[in-house]
């Protein structure tokens, strides 16, 4: 039981580049969630999704977009990279309904734009 | 979703308790208090959580004040481990499509040898 895998856990891109960030549960949550963290700050939620094939927006999503194709992934995608998107990315599933709302992390992916 | 205010950071001693407060004089009657932690870089990892009564798990106690306006996240003996940066986080009952968690900028505790 891997929990919440995160690929690549780095990166290095040049301004304009495109990647994807993969993210894979294996505890067949339905929500899943994208976030970033800056240094010395909190973390801030990008997109999320509440089930397979639906998506919405967090704080800050500008610059990004996602897909959930199948209820065990959730990707990142960043179409034309900038150094303000420099920032470690968590990405976190969780069960969904009832009141325990605990959050399962992956590990991160440190995310470097030049 | 209610605000929390939290200290920016606290120390302690090794085997003492940490008391971390939390204040959310905002929150609403059905919304819920979170404790999450995060150590060094890793990925945040949830603690406990409450809605009107005290609760206790295996790492924590989380005492919540009557009128609910705020909260303490107690560790009863720190050890080195629980350095972290621990975060106080309200939110509302699962809501259809309308759930997210928000972080603030949690509270440092350092424990000390």
């Known amino acids: 039981n891997a929990g919440v895998t995160q690929t690549p856990k780095f990166r290095v891109l040049k301004t304009g580049q495109s990647m994807t960030l993969l993210c894979a549960q294996d505890m067949n949550h339905e929500y899943m969630y994208w976030y970033r963290q800056d240094p010395g700050m909190g973390l801030r939620l990008i997109h999320y999704?509440?089930?397979?094939?639906?998506?919405a927006k967090g704080e800050v999503p500008d610059g990004y977009n996602v897909s959930r194709l199948k209820k065990q992934n959730f990707l990142l995608g960043l179409e034309s990279a900038a150094p303000s998107q420099t920032s470690v990315y968590f990405c976190?599933?969780?069960?969904?309904?009832?009141?325990?709302?605990?959050?399962?992390f992956g590990e991160g992916s440190r995310l470097t734009v030049l | 979703d209610a605000k929390t205010t939290q200290p920016p950071s606290m120390d302690c001693a090794e085997g003492r308790a940490a008391n971390l407060p939390c204040n959310h004089s905002?929150?609403?009657?059905?919304?819920?208090v979170y404790w999450y932690r995060q150590i060094h870089s890793q990925g945040p990892q949830y603690i406990i959580h409450g809605l009107k009564n005290n609760e206790t798990n295996e790492m924590a106690s989380l005492i919540i004040t009557e009128d609910r306006k705020s909260s303490t996240l107690i560790l009863p003996h720190a050890t080195l481990r629980d350095t972290a940066v621990y975060y106080c986080?309200?939110?509302?009952?699962?809501?259809?499509?309308?759930?997210?968690?928000?972080f603030g900028s949690g509270t440092r505790l350092l424990v000390r040898p």
């Open positions: 999704s509440v089930g397979e094939g639906t998506t």
């Open positions: 986080i309200v939110r509302p009952p699962w809501v259809d499509s309308s759930y997210k968690l928000i």
């Open positions: 905002t929150i609403s009657g059905n919304e819920y």
């Open positions: 976190a599933s969780s069960y969904g309904g009832g009141a325990s709302g605990e959050l399962f």
